[in-house]
Every structure is written in structure tokens, then in C-alpha cells.
């Protein structure tokens, strides 16, 4: 079972313009305070970052891979469905850069994000 299986993240929208992606809030997303924990908030932001700097990639052999996360909690989260958007702010040769916002049910803003993104090669 993969991580985004067990956190039972959802794929909504994946194009190299923008990444959307859900994730329900429940005990198991919750730190020992009742709220949903802030390091979910960044899986969510990384998954969705990277997801779309993959898709910028047409290189074979090549993939996108976070160097850099930088996460901001802005209102806590108890239960409910989080929607995760991500969009590419610099898309160069060798990195990337994506910002992503989270919204709760209600279309607040929750916690916003920027990742950094390199491209690697995977030949053997």
C-alpha cells in the first residue's frame, strides 16, 4: 500500500498547469489535539507539486523530486474534506518551482505552500 493509498488521498486533476487533489479529514489524519496534522498538509503539497513538475518533464529517464518544501498552517482543520491545488510558478531546465493552496469544505484557506523541485535522471 502506498502512502497516498493509507492517507487516502484522492487524484482529481493532473496537468502539467495545475494538480488537484482531496483528502478526507479523520482520527488518522489527526494529531493528539484534535486538528488535522500540519506534516499531511505538507504531504499533500509535495505530492501535488511534484505530480505536476513530472508533467512538465519530456525527457525519458527523467523525473521531478523535491529539494525544498516550505509550508505555512493557517486555520486548523477538525474534520471534513481538504482540497489541495497546485499550480507552477518557474518551470526552468533543471528545477522547478510549484506553489499550492488547501482549503477546507467550506473554500477557506487553510495552509498554503511552496516546493522546489529538481529533475534527476533514472537510467541505470
Known sequence: MSLLEHLA???????????????PVTKQHQQPFGVLHGGLNAVL????????????LTEPNTHAVGVDLQVNHLKA?????????A???HIGRTLQVW????YN???E?????????TRISTKK
Open 9 to 23: 488521498i484522492t487524484t482529481k486533476s493532473v496537468t502539467p498547469e495545475q494538480v488537484i487533489l482531496t483528502m
Open 45 to 56: 503539497i509535495e505530492t501535488a507539486c511534484s505530480l505536476g513538475a513530472n508533467q512538465q
Open 77 to 85: 482543520v477538525t474534520s471534513g474534506i481538504v482540497t489541495c491545488i
Open 87 to 89: 499550480k507552477p510558478n
Open 99 to 102: 506553489e499550492a493552496s488547501i
Open 105 to 107: 469544505d467550506r473554500h
Open 109 to 117: 484557506l487553510t495552509s498554503i505552500g511552496r516546493c522546489t523541485l
